[in-house]
């Protein structure tokens, strides 16, 4: 069980405004991006559904495409935020 | 029910339940001090955390109510695999830091920070127990459903056995042991789906399928002649009476009396039903014979099968992820609709009818009774849709049992990380449910009267030995969810009203106690309402708790972070609109009218059935009129908070 009782180091992170302010900014225009995103996949499920049943990509209609896409982009945005997100000085 | 439960699942699951409280117990003697206790120390290493994200976000609802509904209707379940996975995207990218920034152990301390405001602690504190609650019952609910059909106990038995076991595994270590039984749930879910998805692959297709040992499953006929039904030999046409005059269904009676259905398609053929009598004395009948597994009895059969694949073949062989999506997508599978008939001499039958489905329909949105208004031409179904995909989307950030996951690990850049790890698991999990959901749509074992069984049932196709795993797994998983759910309604109760609110002076050791006393009583209270509301339709539940933590909270930390107007009446009034509006609006929607009161929606007040399209904006508009209203206030860090906070 010891494997069970690790402990992570302490913390190294002060709080720095700078440092802060950019990643909040950060945040809040990628998180635009990705409403802009999945606004769309629901406004063309909501008002275009036939868009949806078009293939669009190898065979496979827009809405397994796009749904898809949204799950890929979830863990993109997720990996570059982390990268871009600036720890403090 | 078409199956039977299995010693195989309770034995692992026995064995699951054992090592999760070997773990509590022993991490019990860690959690002494309050930040032991309600944060695990904030030592939670990130990966952990954002592994034991997963285990506490993926609910019984995610894993069977999706998988079953994708195995039933298609694309439509896979729409809430995308609302929720969007709201990890407003968890990462707008509340993880300066949520763990803000706060200590609870949302209220968050929220809290700038003012030290009792109106803010009561009302953040109210919220947390309401939507902890909402979401605990449908948990408790489920955990009694699924007991029955996988490990063979009634339903009291399962919510007591998870409430018991919950409450030992909260009481014993707190967030400590919590985060464990998370981690270890998490992994074992996705896990487990990526291995039955590799298999459902190298599986492939097929519109003759077989059970695990190899024996081809009966195939309902369609395509009939009217005529190939009533000239066989001593078999009687029913007369079409009572409430089946002018129904669509032809009905034979053979010599022993059995009585079989079949419905008339558009086409003048027939194609053979399945039907579930429960006659007046509660006794059912199953295709006309009594329901059992002795002679003389019978059971509805197992369905869900392709009947026509791309190309004409019988069998497509493995094929890979895309190919296997592109390969439903152009093929016709055998879904089911039902009806009810109301028989004359009391007691109503379930017809159960074959609708040959192509992919092109089912593959996109709108297919199914929850989505199929977003196919029609009315304003308000599209916005009735718009607005649950808004609540998913906002709500998982606002949820409480999520939120205080962050206050585990050391730091923002840990919160970070960890809720990297929780998206990336929570991503794969629900791409993952896609190809379960749609491997069980032509598994061949599907169970017409209950969807929920579907990913169980899929594992049965393959072996006996994965039904049973999959069984205790789907079991570990109600344990997960339940602990994060107690934990953050008992930090409510101790920190945020005892503690902070009524001001009682306890020492750590008293607020420890305290937390374990009110997490006890929480884990009463569910497992009550998990028995009271048993027979109860309680699946919407899980929606409103979303509308609910997306009204009420989510506005109210928005705000707080992006805002310096803000003012403590502001955040106190958003919680208290947001919350009851979006309470009122659902009691008051055409859902409530027919799942709740029995009554008929169309008597429904509002126009449609979700709250949030509305009620998050009313929140937002509610605190800024109140803070323009109010002075604005100096802003400092309340007693409880931290020194080192920063303004966002």
Not at chain 2, 606 to 630: C, E, K, M, N, R
Request: charged share 15%; proline share 4%.
């Amino acid at each position: 069980m010891a494997g069970l009782d690790f402990k992570a180091p302490e913390a190294k992170e002060q709080e720095c405004a700078i440092a802060v302010a950019h990643n909040t900014r950060l945040g809040v225009l990628m998180f635009v991006a990705y409403l802009a995103l999945y606004g769309g996949f629901m406004a063309l499920s909501a008002f275009w559904p036939e868009v949806m049943s078009r293939p669009f990509l190898g065979g496979a209609n827009l809405a397994v495409v796009y749904g898809l896409a949204l799950i890929v982009a979830a863990i993109a945005f997720a990996l570059v935020y982390l990268n871009l997100c600036r720890k403090a000085k | 029910m078409i199956h039977e439960a299995s010693w195989m699942a309770v034995l692992v699951f026995v064995f699951f339940a054992g090592v999760v409280l070997a773990i509590s117990f022993y991490l019990g003697a860690k959690a002494k001090s309050a930040k032991g206790y309600f944060a695990a120390g904030g030592n939670i290493h990130w990966a952990v955390n954002g592994i034991a994200f997963a285990g506490d976000y993926l609910s019984a609802a995610s894993f069977l109510g999706i998988c079953g509904m994708i195995a039933f209707y298609g694309y439509d379940g896979f729409l809430y695999s995308i609302g929720f996975l969007g709201g990890w995207i407003v968890a990462l990218l707008i509340v993880a830091e300066p949520l763990k920034r803000l706060g200590r152990y609870t949302f209220a301390d968050a929220l809290d920070n700038k003012f030290n405001s009792r109106a803010i602690k009561l009302t953040a504190a109210i919220s947390t127990l309401v939507v902890s609650i909402f979401y605990l019952i449908p948990q408790m609910v489920g955990a009694g459903a699924l007991v029955q059909p996988l490990l063979g106990f009634p339903h009291a038995v399962g919510v007591i056995v998870v409430g018991l076991l919950v409450t030992m595994i909260v009481v014993t270590a707190g967030m400590v042991s919590t985060t464990w039984v998370q981690f270890i749930k998490g992994t074992l879910l996705v896990l487990l789906c990526a291995i039955i998805s590799v298999m459902i692959l190298f599986r492939g297709v097929t519109t003759k399928p077989t059970d695990a040992a190899g024996k081809e499953l009966r195939i309902l006929q369609r395509g009939v002649q009217e005529a190939e039904v009533t000239g066989k030999l001593g078999v009687t046409v029913l007369p079409e009476d009572g409430t089946w005059v002018g129904k669509p269904y032809l009905r034979v009676q053979n010599t022993a009396g059995v009585v079989s259905v079949w419905r008339k398609d558009v086409n003048g053929l027939l194609s053979e039903a399945q039907t579930l009598t429960v006659l007046k004395d509660g006794k059912k009948l199953a295709n006309g014979l009594p329901r059992g597994k002795n002679k003389g009895e019978g059971d509805l059969l197992p369905v869900g099968y392709a009947s026509k694949l791309p190309g004409g073949v019988e069998k497509t062989g493995p094929l890979g992820p895309f190919a296997f999506l592109r390969t439903m997508q152009d093929s016709e599978v055998i879904q089911w609709s039902s009806e009810k008939i109301a028989e004359a001499g009391g007691g109503v039958t379930t017809v159960y009818f074959q609708k040959p489905t192509h992919g092109g329909d089912f593959m996109v949105p709108g297919s199914s009774p929850m989505f199929k208004k977003v196919r029609g031409e009315k304003f308000f179904d599209k916005l009735d849709f718009l607005s649950l995909m808004l609540a998913l989307f906002c709500g998982t950030a606002s949820l409480p049992h999520i939120l205080i996951r962050y206050y585990t690990v050391k730091d923002q850049v840990s919160a970070r990380k960890s809720t990297v790890i929780g998206i990336a698991a929570i991503a794969i999990f629900y791409v993952l449910t896609l190809y379960l959901g749609l491997g069980a749509m032509t598994s061949g074992t599907l169970d017409v009267t209950d969807s929920n069984m579907s990913a169980p049932l899929l594992a049965r196709s393959f072996s006996e030995f994965l039904f049973a795993v999959i069984s205790a797994v789907a079991f570990t998983t109600v344990l997960g969810t339940v602990s994060g759910l107690i934990m953050a309604a008992s930090g409510a109760v101790a920190h945020d009203l005892m503690t902070n609110f009524m001001k009682l002076k306890m020492d750590e050791f008293q607020q420890v106690r305290a937390a374990k006393i009110a997490a006890a009583c929480v884990g009463l209270l569910a497992i009550v309402l998990g028995i009271l509301f048993a027979k109860i339709n309680v699946g919407f539940l899980v929606g409103w708790a979303f509308n609910i933590a997306a009204s009420a909270n989510l506005p109210a930390l928005v705000m707080l972070l992006f805002w310096k107007r803000t003012t403590k009446q502001g955040i106190a009034a958003a919680i208290t609109v947001g919350m009851l509006s979006s309470l009122a609006w659902i009691l008051l929607s055409a859902q409530a009218f027919r799942d709740v009161y029995g009554l008929n929606p169309a008597d429904a007040i509002v126009p449609f059935s979700q709250p949030a399209i509305v009620t998050i904006p009313l929140g937002f508009l509610v605190l800024i009129v109140v803070s323009l209203l109010t002075p604005a206030q100096q802003s400092g860090p309340s007693p409880s908070s931290s020194a080192k906070q920063v303004q966002a």
